[in-house]
């Protein structure tokens, strides 16, 4: 801890958490009462409520020694409402629930709230609660978010049909190759052993912001709405493109076809791959934290939906029979698998039981 830095303790939890709420008016008329009470009071009137929570634990969802704090609050936040956007409705509340061990600073967790703050006012979400704590394991972060719609508006992602088109925004596996090139920099650093030791990430800003800042599709939302295309599915893409449309498939009991050359790549995520010489579809398919929206809509929606800039139509929904495919440039049909984010890795497919394992097979006499 340097001079100017102050030590959770000297505040108490009650000016911590003063310190760290005050400056979070609120704008919602739905925010009857945030915080300072038992409980905070929302006011619905007729409209759907939905509620959606994350749960962000040091060492296994983000690691200080690259992610900033302030990112670290961000990407908290705006995962939270990419939840309630991706059910088609508008993210209203949050509260927060923080557990820190003595290593933090009151400093540090003012630079995550100066994030949750920032997302805050630029999706129009109020904090109204929350809960703080001390950890014996490092830093832990819960958010649960709060959002409305009206009832007719809701899209599950049981609704796929057949011949229905598979839409997704933006563009995927950049977050991925992004946490790929921090860790590798990281290692780099470590081995360097020198404070000093200067990073290049250079020409590679974006991938870099799609790990670190995030950003949830409000404005494919409401360009959705705006075109009057209601989905017939529709889910954010957290755990990698594959794991989702299996989703949406057992879940709407359908099957799909998915073409390898309509999948949205940047140019920095696929130059990223080739220097990690790592296939770039698998990437795309597998790496996850993109935030973007997977949808379906009728088919009888294509020109509006292929209006809508920043939306690729990648393929459509078929009987189940047919199962899920991935079809290649060259016409070949590839059964989708889910390989993207296991919160509940068995020990051989953590990576860095792999990584044990190897070096274990390596030094093995035979
Ligand atoms: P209780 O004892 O009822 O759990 P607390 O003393 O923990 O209440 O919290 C007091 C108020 O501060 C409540 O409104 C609670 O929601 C809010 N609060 C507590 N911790 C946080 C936090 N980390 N972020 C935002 N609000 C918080
Ligand atoms: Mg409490």
Known sequence: MTPNETEIASLGEFGLIDRLTRDFP??????????????AVLDYKDKRVLVTTDLLLEGIHFDVRYVPLKHLGYKAAVVNFSDIYAMNGTPKQITVSIGMSSRFTV?????????????????GVDLVGGDTSASATGLVISITCIGEAEEEDIVYRDGA???????????????????????????VAAAHGA????????????????????????????????????????????????SELLHICHASRTGCRVYEDKIPIDYQTAVMAEEFNMNLVTAAMNGGEDYELLFTVPLTDHDKVKAIPGVSVIGYVTKPELGCALVTRDGQELGIKAQGWNAFPRPSESPAQAEAEAENSEKSPE
Do not use: W
């Open 26 to 39: 609120l704008k919602n008329p739905s925010s009857v009462k945030g915080v300072g009470d038992d409980a």
């Open 107 to 123: 400093e540090h967790i003012e630079a995550i709230y100066s994030g949750i703050r920032l997302a805050c006012e630029i999706y």
């Open 161 to 187: 049909k057949e011949t229905d088109l598979i839409c997704v925004s933006g563009d995927l596996g950049a977050a991925y190759m992004g946490l790929q090139l921090l860790e590798r920099e990281n290692s």
């Open 195 to 242: 404070p000093d030791f200067q990073p290049d990430f250079a020409g590679k800003e974006y991938i870099l912001e799609r790990q670190l800042k995030p950003e949830a599709r409000k404005d494919v939302v409401e360009a959705l709405r705006k075109a009057g295309i209601k989905p017939t599915s529709m889910m954010d893409v957290s755990d990698g493109l594959s």
